[in-house]
């Protein structure tokens, strides 16, 4: 008996520039802001990815850290780098970004690829 083929997978679609404007100027609208006029953790979170996603052309998976510094904010957020079937073997990047106190993406670096399917093993 033939093994059945696997359905294609459909490639997500690179945001547009409209689409991440569209995105911020609604979370700019829903998000609450700290005392000062700093965005809160939701709408640095949002802005971490949103901004991320327009300076790569990939949509961000998850933001998976999230924490206040003396600068603003800085994140860790997940993306999908190559997308493979079963989507346990796409290749993801954990990405570190830096957000000034106006919510603005201030810098970026790619900290560590590995599988979708890998478990964190304690050390």
Known sequence: MAAKPAPPRRARPRPTEEDVETQDRTLRRASPKRKGGV???ASAMRSAAGQ???LL???PDSVSSLK???DGWQAQVEVVELERIPDTTSV???YKVALDPDGALVSYERTC???????????
């Open 52 to 54: 991320l996603a327009q």
């Open 68 to 70: 206040p510094t003396e």
């Open 57 to 59: 052309g990939r949509t």
């Open 92 to 94: 993801m990047a954990s």
């Open 39 to 41: 965005p809160g953790a």
């Open 113 to 123: 690829r590995y599988s979708r399917g890998t478990i964190d093993r304690p050390t």
